[in-house]
């Protein structure tokens, strides 16, 4: 969401059953852009942290117990240290066959054939699904 910024909201809740916190977890696990979900289940505080739009989380939350806003503050994003760049490990060079070490075949390669009850664009389409023998006559 790029309208949103990176915000701690904090909300204050009256859940007096687990099958009502149950219900208010799935609730906001949902919204796009979570990023963590904490409850204090003693003060029924629930911290949010996320780019998410905290007054429709508010809307959504009443429908299930008395939700209210508390406080919002804009977080900002912890700055990252450069990490020292990792020596690459040298690539292996190609395996040449030799008479003690004959190259590799592979038995089955992968490919798009492979599994004859995958789906097929084609299936979209029709009602009955497609015949794979058939021929096409073309009159000349």
Known sequence: MSG???QKSVLQLSVHEERI??????????????TSIAMDDKT??????????????????RKICNAELVTVEVVKPPEKKPEPEKPTPPKPAEIKPTPDK????????????????????????????PCDNYRVVVEE
């Open 44 to 61: 029924g505080k629930m911290t949010v942290v996320g780019e998410v739009d905290v007054p429709l989380i508010v809307k959504k939350l």
């Open 102 to 129: 004959p190259a590799e075949i592979v038995a089955f390669p992968v490919t798009q054939f492979n599994n004859p009850y995958q789906y097929h664009y084609s299936y979209a389409n029709s009602y009955y699904q």
């Open 4 to 6: 949103f910024k990176l």
């Open 21 to 34: 916190r149950k219900k208010v977890w799935a609730t906001v696990s949902k919204f796009s852009g979570v």
